[in-house]
């Protein structure tokens, strides 16, 4: 089922946080809207499952204008961060909880919330109470609640924030298993660009209730088109452009930066403001004792073992750049005060100011 946000607007406080917001989801993706604190995801999550109604425009499921629509006849699934799970039923009964409410009768009620139960690893809790499960668990039974009513759209809100590293990483491969399985129309919210960039079909990035891009996680990653979502979406170097100056061969274009002349093949224009966005991973360092056209020169001023990866914080001309290098890879000992010289990638986008 596609998914509309037409014309969209919302004030809070007599603050603007929608203005004429419009927003598509293709049928049966999962689609995460990304973005920090106070953007905007999870009011326009909540006006999909009809706890917040627009000040104006319209929400269509298909062609069904849901805008006024209430809650317990939307047909949407909800997965939230504290599990609200009831802690006075058992495992099997918060699952029928939903069936119950749609009239299912009781048997075929049971039948389908043990069916799933069983596809979420944890039948053999059925009779437990939800605080004799673990956070992982308890989660794995809220996504059972939600998807044994089949709804015509699952919504996700920041389910897996509360649980520890390793735990994530397991949910979230369960809960994309889940939702490629069920063809479900899934809308995800949270402010972890990994989660965002390992679960997601597409993306849209929000800054202050602005959609700033939307697209699949590579591109976004890849592609970045404004420097917020250069910044935000991978932590990205950004380093001002002052000019696009004249001269380039084979492709690559030449950029005045207060560190010199940088070079990249991207084809985006250089808008006042815009900026050469560069990822941590992508430079190397350079065995040249100084600096030519494309590259920048340093002093390391602090150095962090990460296991896999090294990290540099590197003082240059445009300011700290950060490096990670792969320790297995790099048989150099670099320390706090060394020279060094950057090499830098020769297709990195250039970006709009924010």
């Known amino acids: 089922m596609q998914v509309s946000f037409e014309s969209i607007v919302q004030s809070y406080g007599g603050q603007n946080l929608f203005n004429d917001l419009d927003l598509t989801l293709p049928s049966g993706k999962f689609f995460t809207l990304l973005g920090p604190s106070g953007c905007g995801k999870t009011t326009l999550l909540r006006m999909l499952g009809g706890f917040v109604r627009p000040d104006s425009g319209r929400i269509l499921f298909g062609e069904d ?47 389908r919330a043990m069916a799933m139960l069983d596809r979420v ?6 009779d437990r109470s939800p605080a004799a499960l673990s956070g992982g668990q308890r989660q794995r039974v809220a996504m059972a609640r939600a998807l044994v009513i089949r709804p015509k759209l699952l919504l ?82 950004l380093i001002a452009i002052e000019q696009e100056l004249p001269g380039s061969e084979a492709g690559l274009r030449r950029l005045k930066t207060a560190a010199g002349v940088l070079i990249t093949s991207h084809d985006a224009p250089v808008k006042p403001g815009s900026s050469l966005a560069i990822r941590s991973e992508e430079m190397l360092f350079s065995t040249a004792a100084v600096a030519d056209e494309g590259n920048l020169a340093g002093v390391i001023e602090h150095v962090e073992f990460r296991g896999s990866l090294t990290g540099y914080a590197v003082r240059t001309a445009v300011g700290i750049i950060r490096i990670d290098v792969r320790t297995i890879h790099d048989g150099a ?14 297709n990195a986008p250039i970006v709009e100011p924010s």
């Open 65 to 111: 204008d849901v805008t006024h629509v209430p809650v317990h006849r939307r047909g949407v699934g909800m997965v939230f961060q504290d599990y609200a799970l009831f802690p006075d039923r058992s495992i099997l009964a918060n699952v029928c909880y939903g069936l119950a409410a749609r009239k299912i009768p009781p048997a075929q009620a049971r039948e």
């Open 121 to 126: 690893g944890l039948a053999a809790f059925a």
């Open 156 to 237: 996700l809100d920041e389910p897996l924030s509360a649980l520890d590293v390793k735990l994530r990483v397991e949910l979230r491969a369960m809960i994309r298993d889940l939702q490629t399985e069920a063809g479900i129309t899934t809308v995800f919210v949270t402010h972890d660009q990994e989660e965002a960039l390992a679960m997601s079909d597409l993306i849209a990035v929000l800054d202050r209730g602005r959609i700033v891009q939307i697209g699949a996680p590579r591109d976004i990653y890849a592609f970045p088109r404004t420097a917020f979502a250069a910044d935000f979406v991978g932590s990205a170097n």
């Open 333 to 346: 000992v670099r320390r706090t005060g060394d020279s060094v010289v950057l090499a830098l990638p020769r």
